[in-house]
């Protein structure tokens, strides 16, 4: 192998490495927001069951007889 086609070899690779890299970059971004917008989505049903965990505990007190029964 010459010199010549040693350095074409290289700058193949190179050129390969560097779209592998570009496009784990782009998977990654896209997966960040995926990320993202799941925390947001967990965030925002966890407030609905505290909210309805509250309303359901609110319920039960007012179903409890008396202790005189």
């Known amino acids: 192998m ?3 086609e040693y350095i ?4 193949s690779r ?3 490495q560097e779209d592998t890299l570009n496009t784990l970059n782009e998977r ?3 997966q960040e927001k995926t990320i993202i917008m799941l925390q947001k989505q967990l965030q925002h049903i966890y ?3 505290k909210t309805l ?3 359901i505990g609110d319920s ?3 179903d409890v007889p008396p202790p005189h029964y």
């Open 2 to 4: 010459t010199n010549e």
């Open 8 to 11: 074409h070899d290289l700058q």
């Open 14 to 16: 190179i050129s390969f």
């Open 28 to 30: 990654v971004a896209e």
């Open 47 to 49: 407030k609905k069951m």
């Open 53 to 55: 965990e509250m309303a």
């Open 60 to 62: 039960d007190q007012h």
